[in-house]
């Protein structure tokens, strides 16, 4: 049998469940979906959503034994220099890890180009992506971008 404890507390949940929310979301007058609530809550932390297409160029990622084959032919670390860019197996091991952290990596991203990344792709014994980790980092860069102006200007 139940104790009186856990008796209120599932009383609790129910009436929860079964009247406060209902009427709390008929007498609502946010018109917002969940997902711009969202982003307008964490957008400015750099929190983004994810696509389906995302995913897997992060699962390629997580491929990266960073064994450093990629560093030893990568074309961009002769033109970037070493304080903003340190080497093709960043992108996978840190850069695309995660997305508040992005916006450190801004600078190296934008002068990175694929050309510069194929023959360090090439030579990656577990064929991590790298371009296409690129062109992701640009994209959530971006993205990033635009949901911190909207949630700038909703305040």
Do not use: W
């Amino acid at each position: 049998m139940k104790s009186l404890h856990e008796l209120k507390g599932d009383l609790y949940l129910g009436y929860r469940a079964l009247i406060a929310h209902p009427l709390k979301r008929f007498f609502g007058t946010d018109a917002r979906s969940g997902k711009q609530k969202f982003l307008d809550n964490y957008a400015s932390e750099g929190l983004i959503p994810m696509t389906l297409e995302d995913r897997q160029v992060l699962r390629g990622a997580a491929r990266c034994i960073h064994c450093g084959l990629c560093d030893a032919y990568d074309l961009a670390i002769a033109v970037i220099p070493r304080i903003t860019y340190g080497g093709a197996s960043l992108l996978p091991i840190a850069y695309s890890r995660s997305t508040p952290d992005l916006p450190r990596a801004r600078a190296a991203v934008a002068q990175l180009r694929e050309e510069q990344l194929q023959r360090a792709e090439a030579v990656c014994p577990t064929r991590v992506p790298l371009r296409s980790i690129a062109r992701y980092l640009k994209r959530k860069l971006e993205e990033l971008g635009l949901q911190q102006g909207r949630a700038a200007s909703a305040r």
